[in-house]
């Protein structure tokens, strides 16, 4: 089944202790993102990235980082989480041809 | 500047009548236009999408309807069902020179469907 997969999917952290999120797509996608879900705020781009070795910016880029080593993984890493950060953050894939598959989302919270 | 809205926050209708979803975008350069389902602690589901070279496409239940002249998008659902219950998003994409492909999405719209 074509699918993005999200780890974890509920997470409680405390301020400053780095996380990572993990983001694995089974679709050989070269493009995929990040997105932070915010009441009032929508969905907003984080990062995306092209192809392997190959990330940007989104909108709001503040305080995260990624990596693109392999074509199927895109992890989103909090460096030094904050309280702002607490969010539902949503990976996606696509193709040029077809819109994006997102994955079933991870509930942030920063304490 | 970049933005897709809906034009209103909650949509409530009657189990078996017709729905429809309304989205203005404001970038006349988008290519293609997607709406999204998202239920309640699952992420965005595709539903439909159209081109810029279309103006009406249909699926499912489900018929979208593009007017490039006034910047207009809408979903129609047919005889809606409870399991139509979620929050919908339009979202539009501009591949342009960068071929980026960012999907910039609208705010959403609520829709209730009662039994």
């Known amino acids: 089944e074509a699918q993005v997969t999200q780890n974890p999917r509920y997470l409680i952290t405390v301020t400053g202790k780095k996380l990572t999120v993990t983001c694995s797509q089974n679709?050989?996608?070269?493009?995929m993102s990040w997105y932070r879900q915010d009441p009032g705020l929508g969905l907003r781009q984080i990062y995306y990235?092209?192809?392997?070795?190959?990330?940007d910016k989104g909108d709001v880029p503040e305080g995260y980082k990624v990596s693109r080593k392999e074509k199927r993984n895109f992890p989103l890493i909090l460096e030094s989480p904050s309280p702002n950060q607490t969010s539902l953050y949503f990976c996606?894939?696509?193709?040029?041809?077809?819109?994006?598959?997102f994955g079933s989302g991870t509930r942030l919270t920063v304490v | 500047g970049e933005s897709v809205g809906l034009h209103l926050p909650t949509l409530s209708v009657q189990e078996g009548d017709n729905s429809i979803i309304n989205c203005a975008y404001s970038n006349s350069a988008s290519d293609y236009f997607i709406w999204y389902k998202q239920e309640s602690g699952k992420g965005p589901q595709f539903i439909i999408d159209i081109r810029s070279n279309m103006d009406k496409r249909q699926g499912q239940r489900v018929t979208v309807l593009l007017n490039k002249t006034v910047k207009h998008l809408s979903l129609q659902i047919a005889a809606t069902q409870p399991g139509d219950s979620a929050v919908y998003f339009c979202a539009e994409i501009a591949y342009g020179s960068s071929n980026t492909g960012k999907l910039i999405f609208g705010q959403g719209t609520t829709l209730q469907v009662k039994p």
């Open positions: 679709m050989n996608h070269e493009y």
């Open positions: 996606a894939s696509s193709s040029p041809t077809r819109g994006y598959t």
């Open positions: 990235s092209m192809n392997v070795e190959v990330t």
